[in-house]
């Protein structure tokens, strides 16, 4: 079975889509659940949403939401399905340093409800009501936000980048945190979220035109570039080129190749706040 990770390096846009209802009648729903089942069980992952692998319907599947069991064992499966979720009741609040299959190496704090609400069909095409409570709430809404296009770095406090290897040793030190459990959770709406981003590309678009004024001056903030593109490691780029890494050394020179990329980054940026003030308009 052919499946397709989709991660923002190449398909931001197509993650961004808001994920259609199953259609109990006309969709092999049974099909795409086989898909994900398959991809779970051989992956290091607590849940995921169908869009993340190439279907775009409204399906989270629950691999592991249990703080003691360790990701790394990867045959531990809840194996729980959710078909076209709606979340009834959110309520208190807990924060946890989340990553993403789908977004690389960022890894983002995020506030999310200790108590959720939510109705939902099962595989059987049967409605279900059940309480999420604690860190299968987390992983749960990150799940169902995916259905909305909306990823954790949108509405993390703050996103740092740090590779699969190193997340353990720095959750065991900055683990899940219950900040209340009680109390109105309150969503931020896909609109308030896309102004966020909005602003952040804006401000990207700022610093990397700026990158590219400097790089006629040779002074490229490399830390800079790192910091907004940790997949794209600009730091080893450096050290490729100059052949003598100087840490101490804050500005660096690009090569041709990786200005081009430099300047399609900013166009792509241009075309994603277009989309987005399109869509505020349209609403
Ligand atoms: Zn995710």
Not at 7 to 32: A, H, M, N
Not at 120 to 128: A, V
Not at 162 to 180: A, F, Q, T
Request: a negative charge; hydrophobic letters at 30%.
């Amino acid at each position: 079975m052919e499946m397709i990770r989709k991660t923002i390096e190449k398909d931001e846009e197509y993650l961004r889509q808001i994920s259609k209802e199953v259609s109990f009648k006309k969709d092999d729903y049974k099909k795409d659940i086989e898909k994900l089942e398959e991809f779970c069980n051989q992956t290091e992952c607590f849940a995921l949403a169908a869009v993340q692998i190439g279907i775009p319907k409204r399906i989270v599947y629950l691999k592991n939401t249990r703080l003691d069991v360790d990701l790394e064992d990867v045959s531990y499966n809840e194996a729980r399905i959710l078909i076209n979720p709606k979340v009834t009741s959110r309520k208190g609040k807990t924060q946890y340093w989340e990553a993403c299959l789908s977004c690389l190496d960022n890894m983002g704090l995020v506030t999310r409800p200790y108590e959720m609400t939510v109705e939902y069909y099962d595989i059987e095409g049967k409605k279900q009501k059940e309480k999420f409570e604690g860190f299968e709430s987390t992983v749960l809404s990150h799940e169902l936000d995916h259905l909305d296009g909306i990823l954790h770095m949108d509405i993390a406090e703050k996103v740092i980048v740090m590779p699969r290897e190193e997340r353990k040793k720095y959750r065991e030190k900055h683990p899940y945190k219950i900040l209340s459990k009680t109390g109105d959770y309150e969503r931020k709406s896909r609109i308030e979220i896309n102004e966020k981003r909005l602003d952040n590309s804006l401000k990207i678009v700022k610093k990397l035109e700026k990158a590219l004024n400097d790089f006629e001056k040779n002074q490229v903030d490399l830390h800079l570039l790192n910091q907004y593109y940790g997949s794209k490691d600009w730091l080893k780029e450096k050290e490729e080129i100059e052949k003598k890494p100087n840490p101490n050394i804050k500005a660096g020179v690009l090569s041709e190749d990786a200005v081009w990329n430099l300047m399609e980054d900013v166009s792509e940026l241009k075309n994603t706040m277009k989309k987005i003030i399109e869509e505020k308009e349209q609403k």
